[in-house]
């Protein structure tokens, strides 16, 4: 890795090592090996929230509602701790099982960042779910 590469992930470690809320995956442990980091992580086994939604194909506001709901929360966590994701799509959000009510996740912090009353400037997240706004600059 180049300098800025050991930069965000070692920044990536810290912010998931601050988190605590059950809509966002747990970091449990860390090893580093020297040329190796080993990020031991809670288990998803319930697949992307971007599988369900091509599986399914339509979702009723009702539903999405309820798929949204604890992410919601789990963004509003992230903001009051100063923390921004700056990449949430779906297939970021995971499913713990693959049980039809199982419990949703916010994963992949990797472009997160912590911004403390200031404006998040930096373009960037995955071009397909960017904002109009965003791309108009």
Not at 94 to 115: H, P
């Amino acid at each position: 890795m180049d300098e800025d590469e050991e930069q965000n992930l070692q920044l990536e470690v810290e912010i998931l090592s601050n988190m605590d809320h059950p809509n966002v995956v747990k970091l449990y442990e860390i090893f580093d090996e020297g040329q190796v980091l080993y990020l031991v992580m809670e288990l998803m086994q319930g697949g992307e929230l971007f599988d369900r939604i091509v599986e399914k194909e339509a979702y009723s506001e009702r539903e999405a509602a309820e798929v949204i709901r604890p992410l919601v929360d789990a963004i509003r966590y992230c903001h009051q701790i100063g923390i921004i994701h700056r990449d949430l799509k779906p297939e970021n959000l995971l499913y713990e099982t693959t049980d039809q009510n199982a419990i949703i996740k916010i994963s992949d912090f990797g472009l997160a960042r912590y911004v403390q009353n200031e404006l998040a400037t930096t373009a960037c997240g995955t071009p397909g779910y960017v904002a109009p706004e965003i791309v108009k600059g």
